[in-house]
């Protein structure tokens, strides 16, 4: 039941995939998949200083008919986040393709919203490196905390499971 509630909200929140090639002959890149990240310190009802690092795989549109596994991994920091805000977290993500190659993104803006329990974060920023160097990203995460949210109470949400959209747009 849950995890069919999260892929309703991330089917009606996520951006349509991007389009194919655009000029100079780089095709978008769509990748879906799952993480599971953890928060440095746990997320509490104080906001503070948080570390959030997550491990990510993909499934991977490349062009028109291929796709290929990659994984990802996304390490961010939030100047004030708690259970229940988060606050100007930037990040950076290395996505690893099956076929050797690979994309370093920069996150420089969010914004976040919860939808029926569930903290959805739209963000933006660009590839610095490697495929698609230069290109707009798109990255849509839906996250469920993994504990009970009483626990915010106590000992703080050490993490969560998401579903993932990265999109590196033409």
Not at 130 to 154: I, M, N
Request: hydrophobic share 35%.
């Amino acid at each position: 039941m849950t995890l069919g509630t999260l892929a309703l909200v991330v089917a009606s929140l996520v951006w349509a995939p991007a389009g194919q090639a655009g000029g100079g002959g780089y095709e978008a890149v769509t990748c879906t998949g799952n993480s599971h990240s953890r928060y440095d310190p746990p997320l509490t009802l104080v906001p503070r200083e948080t570390r959030n690092h997550a491990d990510v795989r993909y499934t991977c549109t490349t062009g028109p008919g291929r796709t290929a596994p990659a994984t990802g991994s996304f390490d961010a920091f939030a100047p004030t986040a708690s259970c229940v805000s988060l606050s100007s977290a930037k990040g950076t993500e290395t996505v690893r393709y099956a076929d050797g190659g690979r994309s370093v993104i920069v996150i420089d803006g969010a914004t976040t919203a919860r939808v029926a329990g569930v903290l959805v974060v739209l963000q933006s920023g660009r590839v610095t490196e490697g495929r698609g160097e230069g290109h707009f990203v798109r990255r849509t995460v839906a996250a469920l905390p993994q504990q009970l949210p009483t626990d915010c109470l106590t000992s703080g949400l050490k993490g969560t499971r998401s579903a993932v959209q990265l999109e590196i747009l033409p």
